[in-house]
């Protein structure tokens, strides 16, 4: 579901940059919206978790998704101040911040759900 995540992401982000908002607050906002929305499809979809979710694994969504916003906004910042395009640096950005937040999710989130689904087939 990293699509639609994107997606969102994306309209988001350059909804805000057309409206000049600055491409830093833009990214942060953009990626939040993107956060719910990741967090049902993933959970529900991508890695197929049906017991329903408790404190620890929020936590842990949360935390991987501030650490992934945080490769992101540095990424869009040190490529924006590399000088390349807006579009360059936010592809590039959000490439590198959704490599992070799968592997994140896989292993360290949605990882006890995913064994215990192994064990059970």
Not at 34 to 58: L, Q
Not at 67 to 86: D, M, V
């Amino acid at each position: 579901m990293g699509v639609g995540n994107t997606l969102i992401d994306f309209g988001v982000f350059f909804l805000l940059t057309a409206c000049h908002v600055p491409y830093l607050p833009a990214q942060i906002c953009s990626y939040s919206a993107g956060i719910t929305n990741s967090y049902v499809w993933n959970r529900n979809w991508t890695f197929g978790v049906k017991h329903k979710a408790d404190g620890k694994e929020i936590v842990r969504f949360l935390t991987m998704n501030i650490a992934a916003s945080g490769i992101t906004f540095l990424l869009l910042y040190l490529f924006q101040k590399g000088g390349c395009s807006l579009l360059v640096s936010k592809l590039t950005a959000t490439i590198g911040g959704m490599v992070m937040n799968f592997i994140g999710n896989r292993i360290w989130v949605f990882g006890d759900s995913l064994k215990n689904i192994q064990d059970q087939e």
